[in-house]
């Protein structure tokens, strides 16, 4: 099911401008994800993610992408406020998707968390709607 999404966090020109979804407006899922929503939206959720998990990042994740829809991977790094590496990967499942309303969700990835190369979280879900 498709939820009407808000994207508050990002400015309204941008987000019509820049990511190829089926509307402005819509949340993205499956094969209509852009690269651009998902580095967005990963270093956002990862953020919290890393926060929730006890390390709370230093700055922004910086992100990138690989792949498209359901062959998407984004990985992000950044630096913990300890000065810990963090790592993190999202792997698109069989139905991914990033709803915005509210805050970012990234939901039907598998989400991995690390710090120094530990794990500090493994989720399918992350963001605000989790």
């Known amino acids: 099911m498709r939820k009407k999404t808000v994207r508050a966090a990002l400015p309204a020109a941008l987000l019509c401008g820049a990511f190829l979804l089926s509307g402005c407006g819509d949340g ?14 990963a270093a956002e959720a990862g ?3 890393f926060d929730q998990a006890g390390h709370e990042i230093d700055g922004d994740l910086t992100c990138v992408d690989e792949g498209t829809g359901k062959d998407l991977r984004v990985t992000c790094e950044g630096t913990t406020m300890d000065g810990g590496e963090a790592r993190m990967t999202a792997d698109a499942g069989s139905d ?3 709803e915005t309303e509210g805050g970012v969700t990234l939901e039907g990835f598998t989400v991995v968390g690390t ?6 979280f493994r989720q399918d879900c992350i963001g605000v709607g989790c």
Do not use: F, M, Y
């Open 28 to 41: 993205g899922t499956g094969e209509e994800i852009s690269g651009t929503l998902a580095r967005n939206s």
């Open 115 to 120: 710090v120094d190369g530990e794990q500090v």
């Open 96 to 98: 991914p998707r990033i």
């Open 47 to 49: 953020e919290l993610a």
